[in-house]
């Protein structure tokens, strides 16, 4: 299936578009979502940078495990892996 994107892509493009909190809203139907969307805005202007799991919580006002699942279940990767995931990206630029 040669030019087809990856679901961990396609849910990467779609959280991370403009609609990325409706989104999120949808697919987990609580706010917790919201939240975790602006902790995943702050990790793509700060990409370059090292992110503590503690920092990225309190932006999502959540404890760091209750972020960690939410933001696992949104993206179906973890906060290190999305992080990578956005460095592979503008490499590739």
Known sequence: ??????????????LTGPHGADVARMMLGSNHAYRVI???HA???????AVRI????AI????PS????QFKALTAMTPLQY????????AAG
């Open 1 to 14: 299936m040669s030019g087809c994107a990856a679901p961990r892509e396609i849910r990467y493009g779609l």
């Open 43 to 49: 990790l793509r202007e700060h990409f370059a940078q």
């Open 66 to 69: 209750a972020f960690h699942r």
């Open 54 to 57: 503690e920092e990225l919580a």
């Open 83 to 90: 992080q990578k995931l956005l460095r592979l990206a503008e």
């Open 60 to 63: 999502a006002q959540l404890s």
């Open 38 to 40: 602006h902790a995943i």
